[in-house]
């Protein structure tokens, strides 16, 4: 904002400037392949490497001048700015000062007046509206030669009054400072018919992506059939092994003996994860016999006895008769595929009778009216447990 502080016919305001554009590592795009040439390089199985560029290119800013009285006016509020309509722009390369000026020849019909005058600077986004061809005031006190000159223009300023302007500077075009060669390398220009007019309202067409037509077949009910793992010789502690993983330890668990839990999972049927199944299990709190081999070779007493599994949601592509694992241990459908430890942190791992490892478990449930779904959960042991999917048609 710049203010006379007494009344004047004319105001001249200097500007100092410091504009330039610094790059550092950025990609030689002048020197990059054309695509004709990166299919010749293809064919003649060449590699290449692009180069980097690291230094101050131009850069332009640009802005435009309001101007009002200074003071209040009748009613006791200031007046409005009014627009000067030029636009002016500053280029530069270095990190250097530029010193301009900008000389305004006041109105002839308005007395010695004084008046407030405010630079507004143009972002990127208005500038994008301006056609190629708009006029823009280069300032440049370093003019060549046959510049010398001072640049003369004129703007009419509603209720003021025509004002006379002088720069040392140029015209030119949007398009002359729109673009840095180090961006571009043989560019082309295709022109297509069209308007720069900004739209007033967007109303929407259609919503993407749309509805497919068809049935969508997601699971909804499977029943279990029974528990697998990872050698058919491992034939008991697959149950234990499997909910420990889920719901954690038993005999660490505050619930009373024969009291009941509920927990969600997602599980995960396809390497590409587009195919899942989230289920709730219900467990009961469970004594495990004097003779289980968990409780006299490990120190467990209880475990978490299957109560039944809901299907809460699924992708679709489910059928009926489809048979799915749910998994813990190696490959698991949780998400995590290690094998079971050894560490002893799952207690129905490790000392098992067969004297197999168990690397995985599953639980394999069945379906009143389907073919079932496997479920497996693993350890170091390997557990499946089958379920049959009912599906839910949505249309």
Same mark, same amino acid.
């Given at each position: 904002?710049?203010?006379?502080?007494?009344?004047?016919?004319?105001?001249?305001?200097?500007?100092?400037?410091?504009?330039?554009?610094?790059?550092?590592?950025?990609?030689?795009?002048?020197?990059?392949?054309?695509?004709?040439?990166?299919?010749?390089?293809?064919?003649?199985?060449?590699?290449?490497?692009?180069?980097?560029?690291?230094?101050?290119?131009?850069?332009?800013?640009?802005?435009?001048?309001?101007?009002?009285?200074?003071?209040?006016?009748?009613?006791?509020?200031?007046?409005?700015?009014?627009?000067?309509?030029?636009?002016?722009?500053?280029?530069?390369?270095?990190?250097?000062?530029?010193?301009?000026?900008?000389?305004?020849?006041?109105?002839?019909?308005? +007395?010695? !007046?004084? &008046? #407030?005058?405010?630079?507004?600077? @143009? *972002?990127?986004?208005?500038? %994008? $509206?301006?056609?190629?061809?708009?006029?823009?005031?280069?300032?440049?006190?370093?003019?060549?030669?046959?510049?010398?000159?001072?640049?003369?223009?004129?703007?009419?300023?509603?209720?003021?009054?025509?004002?006379?302007?002088?720069?040392?500077?140029?015209?030119?075009?949007?398009?002359?400072?729109?673009?840095?060669?180090?961006?571009?390398?043989? +560019?082309? !220009?295709? &022109? #297509?018919?069209?308007?720069?007019? @900004? *739209?007033?309202?967007?109303? %929407? $067409?259609?919503?993407?992506?749309?509805?497919?037509?068809?049935?969508?077949?997601?699971?909804?009910?499977?029943?279990?059939?029974?528990?697998?793992?990872?050698?058919?010789?491992?034939?008991?502690?697959?149950?234990?092994?499997?909910?420990?993983?889920?719901?954690?330890?038993?005999?660490?668990?505050?619930?009373?003996?024969?009291?009941?839990?509920?927990?969600? !999972?997602?599980?995960?049927?396809?390497?590409?994860?587009?195919?899942?199944?989230?289920?709730?299990?219900?467990?009961?709190?469970?004594?495990?016999?004097?003779?289980?081999?968990?409780?006299?070779?490990?120190?467990?007493?209880?475990?978490?006895?299957?109560?039944?599994?809901?299907?809460?949601?699924?992708?679709?592509?489910?059928?009926?008769?489809?048979?799915?694992?749910?998994?813990?241990?190696?490959?698991?459908?949780?998400?995590?595929?290690?094998?079971?430890?050894?560490?002893?942190?799952?207690?129905?791992?490790?000392?098992?009778?067969?004297?197999?490892?168990?690397?995985?478990?599953?639980?394999?449930?069945?379906?009143?009216?389907?073919?079932?779904?496997?479920?497996?959960?693993?350890?170091?042991?390997?557990?499946?447990?089958?379920?049959?999917?009912?599906?839910?048609?949505?249309?």
């Amino acid at each position: 904002m710049v203010r006379n502080n007494r009344p004047a016919v004319v105001t001249e305001i200097g500007i100092k400037s410091r504009v330039f554009q610094r790059l550092q590592g950025l990609c030689a795009f002048n020197t990059t392949p054309t695509p004709d040439e990166l299919k010749k390089f293809d064919k003649e199985e060449t590699q290449i490497r692009s180069g980097t560029y690291t230094g101050s290119i131009h850069r332009s800013s640009f802005f435009q001048v309001f101007v009002r009285k200074a003071g209040k006016g009748e009613t006791g509020e200031s007046f409005e700015f009014q627009k000067i309509n030029h636009y002016f722009a500053v280029t530069g390369s270095r990190p250097v000062d530029q010193y301009n000026f900008l000389r305004f020849v006041h109105p002839q019909d308005l +007395p010695p !007046t004084e &008046l #407030e005058f405010k630079f507004v600077p @143009i *972002p990127g986004s208005e500038l %994008r $509206s301006l056609g190629p061809d708009e006029e823009i005031i280069r300032l440049s006190a370093a003019v060549s030669d046959q510049d010398q000159e001072p640049l003369r223009l004129a703007a009419e300023v509603p209720g003021l009054g025509r004002f006379g302007i002088v720069v040392a500077g140029t015209r030119t075009k949007k398009s002359q400072l729109q673009t840095n060669k180090e961006f571009v390398r043989k +560019p082309k !220009t295709t &022109l #297509e018919p069209g308007g720069r007019t @900004i *739209p007033q309202n967007v109303v %929407r $067409s259609i919503v993407l992506p749309q509805d497919t037509q068809g049935d969508v077949i997601t699971a909804e009910a499977i029943e279990r059939q029974v528990n697998i793992s990872n050698d058919d010789r491992i034939e008991g502690g697959k149950n234990g092994a499997f909910f420990h993983t889920i719901f954690g330890s038993c005999d660490n668990d505050p619930i009373n003996e024969g009291g009941e839990k509920t927990k969600q !999972t997602r599980e995960v049927l396809s390497s590409d994860g587009r195919r899942w199944m989230a289920v709730k299990w219900t467990v009961r709190k469970t004594r495990l016999s004097d003779t289980h081999y968990a409780h006299v070779s490990n120190g467990v007493n209880f475990t978490w006895a299957f109560i039944s599994c809901e299907v809460v949601g699924s992708s679709d592509g489910y059928q009926v008769g489809d048979i799915v694992d749910f998994k813990r241990g190696s490959g698991a459908t949780s998400g995590s595929s290690s094998a079971y430890p050894t560490d002893g942190s799952n207690p129905f791992v490790p000392n098992h009778p067969s004297g197999i490892t168990m690397t995985f478990q599953a639980s394999v449930t069945r379906s009143l009216t389907l073919t079932g779904v496997r479920l497996q959960s693993a350890e170091r042991k390997r557990i499946t447990t089958k379920f049959l999917v009912i599906p839910a048609t949505n249309k």
